[in-house]
C-alpha cells in the first residue's frame, strides 16, 4: 500500500524557516518524480514544487521560487521542503504528492504550516 | 500562472448528472492533453480520479468522465450518488514543469 506521511509542521514567525519531510513507503520511491502541493484555508489547491526521480530536475511555482528548496533523500524514501522568508500567505495545508505520469496519483494526509506573530 | 477558472459550486439530486467546466488558456489546457481532476473530502487525502483529460485510474467508478475542448475541459458525475459529495478540482500541465489548479467546485447532493 502506498503510503506518504508528512512530517515537521507547525507554527513559525513571518521571516522564519521550516523543514518539512515526507516519508514514503509501499512504492519504489526512487523511480517516482515527486512534488508538494498546498492548500491555504478556505482555499484551493496549489502546486508548489516538483521534483524528478533522481534530483536533477526541479522546478517551482513562482511565489516559492528562491525561497523555498526541494530536495530528496532516495536511501531514505524521503522527500524535502525546505522553507526559508516565510510570509503569512505561506500558511497552509501542505502535501506530499506522488507522480505518475502527469498526473498526481498518491497524495498524504496533509501537514499544517501557520506563519504567525 | 492563474488559477483555472471552475463554478464555486454545482448541486443535483441522486441519480442526475451533473458537468463541472474548467477554463483555461492556450497556453495550459489548450496546449496539453495533460488535464486531471481530483476529489477532495475535507479532513482527507485527494483522490485522484481523471488522467490525460478523460482515463479513469483502476477502481474510479464509471460514473466519473472526463472531456475537452479548446481551453475548457469538463468532468461529468453521472448518476450522481451521496457519497459523491464533495470538492472537486482540475489540474493542467502548464509547460516548464509547472503544474496550474483550479479554484476547485463544491458539489452538493441534494
Redesign the interface.
Same mark, same amino acid.
Do not use: L, R
Given at each position: 500500500e502506498v503510503q506518504l506521511v508528512e512530517s515537521g509542521g507547525g507554527l513559525v514567525q513571518p521571516g522564519g524557516s521550516l523543514r518539512l519531510s515526507c516519508a514514503a513507503s509501499g512504492f519504489n520511491f526512487g523511480s517516482h518524480v515527486m512534488h508538494w502541493v498546498r492548500q491555504a484555508p478556505g482555499k484551493g489547491l496549489v502546486w508548489v514544487s516538483r521534483i524528478s526521480h533522481d534530483a536533477t530536475t526541479i522546478s517551482y511555482a513562482d511565489s516559492v521560487r528562491g525561497r523555498f528548496t526541494i530536495s530528496r533523500d532516495n536511501a531514505k524514501n524521503t522527500l524535502y521542503l525546505q522553507m526559508t522568508s516565510l510570509r503569512t500567505e505561506d500558511t497552509a495545508l501542505y502535501y506530499c504528492v506522488r507522480d505518475s505520469v502527469w498526473s498526481f496519483d498518491y497524495w498524504g494526509q496533509g501537514i499544517l504550516v501557520t506563519v504567525s506573530s | 500562472?492563474s /488559477?483555472l477558472t471552475q463554478p464555486r459550486s454545482v448541486s443535483g439530486s441522486p441519480g442526475q448528472s451533473v458537468t463541472i467546466s474548467c477554463t483555461g488558456t492556450a497556453s495550459d489546457i489548450g496546449a496539453y492533453d495533460?488535464v486531471?481532476w481530483?476529489q477532495?473530502h475535507p479532513g $482527507? /487525502?485527494? $483522490?485522484?480520479l481523471i !488522467?490525460?483529460v478523460n482515463k479513469r485510474?483502476p477502481g474510479v467508478p464509471v460514473r466519473f468522465s472526463g472531456s475537452k475542448s479548446g481551453n475548457t475541459a469538463s468532468l461529468t458525475i453521472s448518476g450522481l450518488q451521496a457519497e459523491d459529495e464533495a470538492d472537486y =478540482?482540475c489540474?493542467s =500541465?502548464a509547460g !516548464? /514543469?509547472?503544474?496550474?489548479? +483550479? +479554484?476547485?467546485t463544491k458539489v452538493t447532493v441534494l
Open positions: - | 500562472q /488559477a495533460y486531471t481530483y477532495h $482527507k /487525502a485527494p $483522490k485522484f !488522467s490525460d485510474p =478540482y489540474c =500541465y !516548464s /514543469a509547472s503544474w496550474v489548479f +483550479g +479554484g476547485g
